[in-house]
Structure formats: C-alpha cells, structure tokens
C-alpha cells in the first residue's frame, strides 16, 4: 500500500449527515476521507453508485452537506448545490458512458477541453502508456472491447484535470492480470497528480493491495471503515478474499 | 422553364431557406426545452408552438399581418427602431415561412433531444462541460439525424407554404410571389401550362426533401 510522502495533505471529503433516499433504502452517511484512495466494498445495490452519483452532483442529495478541499459542493440546508461541471470531479461510471459520436481521442481529451485546456495536458503521454492507450487513441469507437472502453474511460476522467475521481468499477472489464498492472500505476498516478480518488470494487484483494482506507456499506449504512477492520474481517472468512477476482475470470 | 420561372423558383428556394436558418436558433431552444425541462406553463407553450399546425394558415396570417402592421406591437417597433417593414416585403414572406415551419422543427427535435441518452449529458457536465458545452458538443451531435430531419421537413414545409405568406406578404410578383402563390395566380389567371410547370418543379422539390427527411429519421444509426 503506497502512503502519502511526508508533508502531504490530502484533500478531504467531508460527507457530513448525507442522506440520499432510494427506493428500497436511504443511503445515510457521516464520514470524513482525508486519505488519497478509499475504496468503496459492498454488495450490489449496496448505494455505491448512488453515492459517487450524489458527490459528482447528478443527483441530489435529500440532507446533508457534501464539502471537498474546504469547498461546499452541496449544502441541502442552505439551499446550495454546485453544478457538476464546476466540482473538478472525474466520473468513471459503471457503464462508460464513452460519447459515441467521438472518437477515442476526442473522448480523451473532452474533460481537458471542457475545463479549458488547449492541446492536450502535459501528463497526455504517460498517461496512454499508463492505460496503455497507444494502439486505441486514433481508432474509431466502434469495435472497441469492454476493456478497452473502460480504459478509455479512465483516461478519459483522469487528463481531465479533475481533483477527485470517483472510481466505479472501472477496470471490472479486464482480465485480472491487466487489472493488477493497471491499479498499480492508477495508485502510482493518485499520488502523484494529488488527486483524492474513490475506488469502487467487488474485490476485496485489490482494496486491501492499493487503498488507505475502505468504508463498506450494506443498504445505504456504513457497516466497517478501516484496512485493518476490513482486513481481519476477510481473514475470518478468507472465501471472499479473492473472489471478485476469480469471479471475473 | 423561362428566366421568370427559374427567378422565381430561386426565389423560392432562398426564402424557403432563409425562414429555416432564422427557425432554427429559437427552434433548438424550445424543443430541448420541451425535451429536458419541466415547467408551470409547458403545456401552454406547447400548445401555442402548435397553433400553426391546427390553425388555418390564412387565419395564422391575420395574426401576423396585425402584429406586424405599423400599428401593430411588433410592427411599430421595428419601424421605429430599424426603420423596417415586414408587411408586403420579402421579410414578411420570411416571418410567414418560418412560422409556418416551426411546429413541425420543433417536433422533430423534440423526438430527437429526447432520444438522446442522458446518461451522455450527465457525464459530460461531471467532466466540466458547461450546460452550452453539453448541448453543443453532446446533445446536438448526437441528435443530428432527427434534427436534420426536422430542417428538411420545415424547408419542404416553407416551399409549398400559402396561406399565412399571402395575408402577410402578399402575391406581388419579383417582390413576394412565391411558388405556391405563383401557381394560384396563374390558375386564376387560367395559364393552366404555366401552372402545371410549376407544379412538377413544386412537386420534385417535396418529393426529394419529404423523402429524404423520412430516410434519415428511419435509417438505424451505425453508431456503437
């Protein structure tokens, strides 16, 4: 697990007394992240994909106060919500979401353009060696594999000049060894670029492997916070430790 | 086809075009409205959007001709402003023709906004793209089929546009004198030959464009 250098202050998520209501369950909340990558463990429809939804801003929270880097994004009390486009935020949803009428290039470089850069970032080829991106940037969408879209989609949201990335699965696509490989070097980026990143899995290995910090939610509520808890938890019942991987094998 | 005949057709073809380039501005606008948003009043505006379509076009005229007479509220304002006059001139063909088509822009691009995935804006604007940035570099594009569409169908409908444009701009030959209204005169005037050249170029027009408007609202998009 990679730990911050000395001096480094990580930006914070402060999710304070959030509720966003569902139609099965509310997803309640009162966590503080202060650690570069948190993933995110819990069983589908557990709310993961809500919350990053409500962080990112595309949906509204129904109380509560979400507040990044000292910055409210959403304050429900104070009537205050800011728009999604101003929240640096860079958003690897489950489903891609890749624009189909652009090329992967132009995917690429969407959030940088949208965020007012010209040409392409400064980290543009190390991040396609990263993603290993080279052989798919002057290709059309069309015929992409799983994988390859969501590669794209990674790079997509991290040359977006985004201060917080929120990680939904974003690698699930990929073999397991090309996952691990690529983890690595996401991790090596979050502590380089000093992003704030979210990671959602279904595997707990990889949690364990290359995040600070775990919060585990079952329907809405936090149920473990912790590597250590989350770790002990996984030794009494070492079946889960590696299945998310063999599952998609 | 005398110089007249191809003078009038031009003419035609250039009012036609020009209505459709001032529709589609506010067009867009209120179709991704209508598409995206609600609000108190929705099913007011898209009633009135609609009027054109259900009123007869001679009474859609006389709406117009009062508001834009020089004593009419819109009318007394550009002359006043701009020194312009819209009755009997070619602008007022422009303003006949583009309220004429309009409806049926608006509907085409309804459909089309509204089959555009959302989850395409939503992950736009989460990468920083402005709500304009969204619409040009997201929503348009990937609405074009049916938005060309609708361009073509509101073209075809400004061609063969008569009632509204008679009231408003009158039949004044090189001046106002469209091909629909053409085509009246001359079968008033019992030119039947003339009449009916004018309709096979009307009826050509219609054809291509209604038919090209429908290929691209049916072909499936190729598009992953």
Not at chain 1, 3 to 26: C, D, N, V, W
Not at chain 1, 142 to 163: K, M
Not at chain 2, 37 to 59: F, Q, S
Not at chain 2, 203 to 222: H, M
Request: with cysteine; hydrophobic share 45%; net charge positive.
């Amino acid at each position: 697990m990679a730990l911050p250098p000395p001096g480094y202050q990580t930006m914070s998520l402060h999710l304070q007394k959030l509720i966003a209501r569902l139609p099965e369950f509310s997803l309640e909340l009162d966590v503080e992240l202060d650690r570069p990558m948190t993933g995110l463990f819990g069983p589908s429809g557990a709310g993961k994909t809500t919350l990053l939804e409500t962080i990112a801003g595309l949906r509204s929270p129904d109380a509560g106060r979400i507040v990044f880097d000292q910055q409210i994004l959403a304050d429900i009390a104070a009537g205050l919500a800011l728009p999604p486009h101003l929240r640096r935020i860079g958003y690897v949803p489950q489903d891609v979401a890749l624009f189909p009428h652009l090329p992967v290039r132009q995917n690429l470089l969407y959030g940088w353009h949208a965020r007012g850069g010209r040409g392409r970032p400064s980290h543009w080829d190390e991040t396609i060696e990263m993603m290993e991106l080279s052989d798919l940037v002057d290709r059309p969408l069309t015929g992409l594999s799983g994988g390859e879209r969501q590669r794209v989609a990674l790079g997509r949201a991290i040359l977006s000049s985004a201060r917080l990335w929120l990680l939904d699965e974003p690698l699930a696509s990929l073999d397991h060894p090309v996952r691990r490989r690529l983890l690595s070097r996401l991790r090596n980026w979050v502590d380089r670029l000093d992003v704030t990143a979210i990671y959602v899995s279904h595997d707990p290995g990889e949690i364990v492997d290359w995040c600070d910090d775990v919060l585990v939610i079952e329907t809405g509520r936090l149920v473990g916070r912790g590597i250590p808890g989350f770790t002990a938890s996984l030794l009494q019942d070492k079946s889960k430790l590696h299945s998310g991987s063999q599952d998609r094998r | 086809m005398t110089p007249e005949d191809w003078h009038l057709v031009g003419f035609t073809l250039g009012m036609a075009a020009l209505s459709t380039a001032v529709l589609i501005p506010p067009g867009l606008w209120l179709a991704w409205l209508l598409a995206r948003r609600n609000w108190p009043g929705k099913t007011w505006v898209e009633t009135v959007v609609a009027l054109p379509l259900i009123l007869p076009p001679v009474a859609t005229g006389l709406i117009l001709l009062k508001l834009f007479s020089r004593r009419g509220w819109l009318g007394a304002f550009l002359w006043e402003t701009f020194g312009l006059s819209v009755v009997f001139t070619w602008r007022g063909v422009v303003v006949a023709l583009a309220l004429m088509s309009l409806p049926l822009f608006v509907r085409s691009a309804r459909v089309a906004f509204a089959g555009v995935n959302r989850r395409h804006e939503q992950i736009a604007a989460s990468l920083g793209a402005t709500p304009t940035r969204v619409f040009w570099t997201v929503s348009v594009p990937l609405a074009r089929r049916g938005l060309l569409a609708g361009v073509l169908l509101a073209f075809a409908r400004a061609l063969g546009e008569f009632g509204a444009t008679v009231v408003l701009a009158g039949n004044i030959p090189d001046r106002t004198q469209t091909l629909a209204l053409a085509i009246y005169q001359s079968v008033q005037m019992g030119d039947d030959d003339h009449a009916f050249r004018l309709l096979m170029i009307s009826l050509i027009l219609a054809f291509v464009l209604a038919g090209t408007s429908e290929w691209l609202s049916r072909r499936p998009d190729t598009r992953p």
